[in-house]
């Protein structure tokens, strides 16, 4: 929100301008649709929706028949180039013929910045063996993202041998390589959303990618909650301590003193809210107090951006480049989603409307796109309430059978007390009648 009303209001007038030049071009785009209707994105909240051990997608179901199929950087999913694909590859008439979708790219840029940021950042300082100090808070970011990453992304097995050979890998820059080299990322470059197309460039386009993927994921995982199902001795993270986990790898392995210092003293701060917005509650944490953490982190990532847009704006403002200067332009283009990205993120008066945000974040970086049959969806809300009742109905019947042996008991021990089993113990066997013929008691 923007403090000054002036500014405010022509902020305000952009945004609604902006707003009905995207909805023109939609209807141009889609004009039966425009006339028609339907196709309308699901406003609901995504913030405080129930969770369950069973909602969690990856790698358990198989989703929706579509276009778009979820990426897999797994080894096992991964298919060789032929030597024609590879040719084809490199004709720039071709190249969309053997193009990566947008999500694959998103997953392996995200991939290539986690292990990059490992061999530049753990023994940035020095070629000295880890203190326990460092060990400790490596352990940490790599416990944090194995419960918070999609298994698509492949990244499973090389940080369990990571965790697993940790005082191995502590060791040297040399171990650490070795283990990483033992498990290839699928596609070596990043995509011409990071790069844009120079050489090695990236780093740090993907490892926001992979904050907002982790970040997402913790939120949907609930910090590990819905892994106690499959893994009951797995870790789990409050809010805060993810903060603080993310924190750690900032000051001890970002290779960058500038931004280390900038996120840390931003941490301190609290700045965003952070102190009240990341609770240190895990098993009794409300169900939206989850998403506060991509939301914050999304929001660091807006003011890192606007930061470097502002400068750009001021040097150019300062070289009278003022076609190249429009400043609500280059402010809009920096902070993401942008409005061509997520129409509805914006409210009328230029504020973010955070559960459409949050429902952006998760299409982007968590589901892909790829919806989930809605008919599974149901199945799994059946078995859920399934569970329930039947968790439900054996406490009820072991309560009961309970209070029935009491009762049993107590009756038994004041019948002895008064002498009448004695009299009992006499009828207990049949008598002959007198013609011979058994009689019993209840004949």
């Not at 990244?155 to 498990?183: C, F, G, R, Y």
């Not at 460039?201 to 199902?229: N, P």
């Not at 700045?271 to 660091?300: I, Y």
């Not at 920096?334 to 993120?345: I, K, R």
């Amino acid at each position: 929100r923007i403090d000054d009303p002036d500014s405010s209001q022509k902020f305000a007038e952009y945004i609604a301008k902006q707003k009905k030049g995207i909805i023109r071009k939609e209807k141009i785009r889609h004009p039966i649709q425009a006339i028609v209707g339907g196709g309308g994105s699901n406003n609901g909240s995504v913030r405080t929706k129930e969770s369950s051990p069973m909602k969690n997608y990856k790698a358990q179901v198989n989703h929706k028949k579509s276009n778009q199929k979820m990426p897999d950087l797994r080894p096992e999913a991964q298919q060789k180039k032929r030597v024609g694909q590879k040719i084809l590859g490199k004709i720039p008439l071709l190249k969309k013929t053997v193009k990566r979708s947008h999500a694959f790219e998103t997953l392996n840029d995200a991939a290539l910045s986690f292990t990059r940021g490992l061999q530049m950042g753990v023994f940035r300082n020095n070629n000295h063996a880890l203190d326990k100090k460092r060990k400790a808070a490596l352990l940490n970011w790599l416990d944090l993202l194995s419960i918070s990453l999609p298994p698509e992304l492949g990244l499973h097995e090389l940080i369990d041998t990571l965790k697993i050979n940790m005082d191995l890998i502590a060791q040297s820059p040399n171990e650490l390589k070795v283990m990483i080299d033992k498990h290839p990322i699928p596609d070596g470059q990043y995509s011409k959303s990071c790069n844009k197309g120079i050489g090695q460039t990236g780093f740090f386009c993907g490892f926001w990618k992979l904050l907002h993927v982790a970040s997402v994921g913790f939120a949907e995982q609930q910090g590990g909650l819905m892994l106690r199902e499959l893994h009951p001795n797995i870790r789990v993270f409050s809010p805060k301590e993810a903060g603080s986990v993310l924190r750690e790898y900032m000051g001890m392995f970002f290779n960058c003193d500038k931004c280390s210092k900038r996120f840390i003293a931003q941490y301190d701060e609290c700045k965003f809210q952070s102190c009240n917005r990341l609770t240190d509650e895990t098993v009794d944490a409300p169900a939206e107090s989850w998403a506060e953490f991509p939301l914050w982190l999304w929001e660091v990532h807006n003011d890192v951006s606007r930061s470097k847009a502002e400068r750009e704006a001021d040097f150019h403002e300062k070289y009278n480049r003022k076609a190249v200067a429009k400043k609500w332009e280059r402010l809009m283009g920096a902070v993401y989603p942008h409005l061509d990205q997520c129409l509805s993120c914006w409210t009328a008066d230029g504020t973010w409307d955070v559960d459409a945000v949050y429902n952006h974040l998760e299409k982007e970086y968590w589901t892909f796109g790829v919806e989930v049959d809605s008919k599974f969806e149901n199945l799994l809300d059946h078995r859920d309430a399934s569970v329930d009742g039947v968790s439900h109905g054996l406490s009820a019947y072991l309560g009961l059978g309970i209070v029935v042996l009491l009762t049993y008991f107590l009756k038994k021990y004041k019948i002895r007390a008064s002498g009448r089993h004695k009299k009992d113990d006499e009828n207990l066997f049949p008598r002959a009648s007198g013609d011979g013929r058994i009689k019993y008691r209840d004949s």
